[in-house]
């Protein structure tokens, strides 16, 4: 199985950035909030690049190509 690791002190603000999000063909990966916004309604102050669907990769490599930070890896 597919492991993808993101490394959240290479991407800073990857809602600004989402081509890995974008380049995926299988949809694997989403947009998440880094800790539970304290109250609803509001925006939480991080986001990270979420691999939901991980199960699914099929290794084609499309998020590692467009990140302009290397801030995803495959294991």
Do not use: T, W
């Amino acid at each position: 199985m597919v492991k993808i690791k993101f490394d959240e002190e290479k991407c800073l603000k990857p809602e600004e950035c989402m081509e890995c999000i974008r380049a995926c063909p299988l949809g694997v990966l989403m947009l998440a909030p880094k800790k539970k916004p304290p109250n609803p309604g509001i925006p939480p102050p991080r986001y990270i690049v979420y691999p939901l669907y991980d199960v699914v990769c099929n290794r084609c490599g499309k998020c590692l190509e467009v990140c302009p930070k290397g801030a995803l890896k495959l294991i």
